[in-house]
């Protein structure tokens, strides 16, 4: 009986080390591309399609200011290939502005 109670304070163990680590490699990362989006079909376009990147937990596309911004989890996806998905649509990209998120909270 007490090895069935050691082995399963081990196992709980275990899990909340392998819970802490898979929340480590979780970070966010925000990028705020700035892209030139011509018509309301341009912005459909990448709400439409973004989305299914992988990695991606974010978006929003802003017509007045030109710019799309994602937040995504780094160790699925690279701000450089999030670019060349917005690219692929036939959206140019003009420059990037980055933030980072961890945890909630803005780093700058």
Request: hydrophobic share 35%; net charge positive.
């Amino acid at each position: 009986m007490n090895f069935i109670l050691a082995l399963v304070i081990v196992m709980l163990a275990n899990a909340g080390v392998y819970a802490e680590k898979k929340e480590a490699k979780q970070k966010t990362k925000t990028v705020v591309y700035s892209a030139t989006l011509h018509c309301e079909s341009c912005k459909a376009k990448v709400e439409k399609n973004i989305p299914y990147e992988k990695g991606v937990k974010d978006l929003k596309v802003d017509m007045k200011a030109q710019t799309v911004t994602v937040t995504f989890r780094e160790d699925k996806n690279t701000q450089e290939n999030i670019q060349k998905a917005i690219e692929k649509l036939k959206i140019p990209v003009n420059g990037v502005a980055e933030q980072e998120k961890k945890d909630g909270k803005e780093k700058k």
